[in-house]
Each structure stands twice: as C-alpha cells, then as structure tokens.
C-alpha cells in the first residue's frame, strides 16, 4: 500500500521560504508520478507541481513557475517542494499525490491528470503573513 507523508509546511513572512517534503514507502521509488497540489476551503484543488519519477520530468503551474522547485531524492525515498518567494495566494493546505502513469494522445506515456492520482498524504498546511 503506497503511503504519503507531508511535512515541512508553517508559517512563514511574504517573500520567505518553505521546503516541503512528501515521504513516500510501500512502491517501488521512481515508478510513479508524484504531485503537489494545494487547496483553499471553497476553492478548487490546484496542481502545482509534478515529477515523473522514472525520467525525473516536472511541470509547473503558471502560478508557482520560477518560485517553486519540485525535487527527488531517491536514497530517502522523498520528493520535495521547494517554495521560494512566498506570497498570501500561496496560503493553503498542501497535499502530494501519487499516481501510475497514464496512456494518452498517440500512445505516448504521461502522468496522470489530477483527478486520476490514487494516493494522498494528510497534508500540511502553509501560511503566508502579507
């Protein structure tokens, strides 16, 4: 059974940093596709950022590109966020995912679209004080 553990998430100044991590157990490390996600009660879910842990890719919401870093370490079993130029929009609870990879358009392989992911960890929240 694959488990997510979130931590790393507080309260931080406008400007300041955070560095979350997800602790992954029950895979084998590097087969899934992992996301962060974020979300604010009454608003939608957002994926922020993902890795295809086979080939190390990442993509980025427009939201967080050129502030955020998503990151794997395999000795440790841990993917991380890191989050740089904190603003209040980015005050929300955040969650890692996992997920198989998917076949999409034209055969190719891809990770799976948010909805698709199947494992969650509890979360952690992050504040930002304007």
């Known amino acids: 059974q694959v488990q997510l553990v979130e931590s790393g998430g507080g309260s931080v100044q406008a400007g300041g940093s955070l560095r979350l991590s997800c602790a992954a157990s029950g895979y084998t490390f590097g087969s899934l596709c992992i996301g962060w996600f974020r979300q604010v009660p ?8 993902l890795v295809s842990q086979g080939d190390g890719s990442t993509s ?39 997920g198989s990879r998917r076949t999409g358009l034209f055969g190719r392989s891809e990770c799976p679209t948010p909805s698709e992911y199947s494992y969650w960890g509890q979360g952690t929240q992050v504040t930002v004080a304007s």
């Open 42 to 49: 009454g608003k939608e879910r957002e994926q922020v950022a």
């Open 60 to 98: 980025y919401a427009a939201s967080v590109k050129g502030r955020f870093t998503i990151s794997q370490d395999n000795a440790k079993n841990t993917v991380y966020l890191q989050m740089n130029s904190l603003n209040h929009d980015d005050t929300a609870m955040y969650y890692c995912a996992a």
